[in-house]
């Protein structure tokens, strides 16, 4: 099964700073990682896919790099309602693995 | 518009079974995959299993492998997890998921969720 750990766990951040998650594999499989945006209550939302490609709809200052074993989602300027829980998730194999989630919360 | 609502959840006790419901509406259901992710208190996401659009395929992730079962009924537009021998570590909300069929993507709606809680 592929592991993926994600940190930090949780990340303070205030309102217009640069966030930056990393997603880390325990093989390599290419670029098929997906990040998720999750808020109490609510269904998980899709940001990123191919682990750069934007969903249709998302804000521009999400974006998504990497390949092989290492990832990364960057927030260049982070907004009130970004402030959730953010998944990676693995679709190059089963059983699907998603990391642990990092929370990002208000300093 | 696309809705998923599972049914189902509810107390049960260390070893019994349980038998979760999700009623698909607002897209063609038999042209999906179809996935269960759950979710335990305090805790991430947690894949549970697939099941291919035509019912050829199915994957379960190993925590559950040999107890879960996954179907779906096409004629009732309803996807189904049959659940036995459950233990408290399966105690979670189970979100009923549908799967795009496009970039190779896993997700894209998503239920509710109906909550599971194995006790005695």
């Known amino acids: 099964d592929i592991q993926l750990t994600q940190s930090p766990s949780t990340l303070s951040a205030s309102v217009g700073d640069r966030v930056t998650i990393t997603c880390r594999a325990s093989?390599?499989?290419?670029?098929?990682l997906a990040w998720y945006q999750h808020k109490p209550g609510k269904a998980p939302k899709l940001l990123m896919y191919?682990?750069?490609t934007l969903e249709s709809g998302v804000p521009p200052r999400f974006s998504g790099s990497g390949s092989g074993t290492e990832f990364t989602l960057t927030i260049t300027s982070l907004q009130a309602d970004d402030f959730a829980t953010y998944y990676c998730?693995?679709?190059?194999?089963?059983?699907?693995?998603f990391g642990q989630g990092t929370k990002v919360e208000i300093k | 518009q696309v809705q998923l609502v599972e049914s189902g959840g509810g107390v049960v006790r260390p070893g019994r079974s349980l038998r979760l419901s999700c009623a698909a509406s607002?897209?063609?259901?038999?042209?999906?995959?179809m996935h269960w992710v759950r979710q335990a208190p305090g805790k991430g996401l947690e894949w549970v299993a697939v099941?291919?659009?035509?019912?050829?395929?199915?994957y379960y992730a190993n925590s559950v492998k040999g107890r879960f079962s996954i179907s779906r009924d096409t004629s009732k537009n309803t996807l189904y997890l049959q659940m036995n021998s459950l233990r408290a570590e399966d105690t979670a909300v189970y979100y009923c998921?549908?799967?795009?069929?496009?970039?190779?993507?896993?997700?894209?709606?998503w239920g509710q969720g109906t909550l599971v809680t194995v006790s005695s």
């Open positions: 607002g897209f063609t259901f038999r042209n999906h995959a």
């Open positions: 191919k682990a750069s």
């Open positions: 998730q693995q679709y190059y194999s089963f059983p699907r693995t």
């Open positions: 998921v549908r799967d795009p069929g496009r970039d190779g993507l896993d997700f894209d709606y």
């Open positions: 093989e390599t499989f290419s670029s098929w």
């Open positions: 099941l291919w659009y035509d019912e050829s395929k199915e």
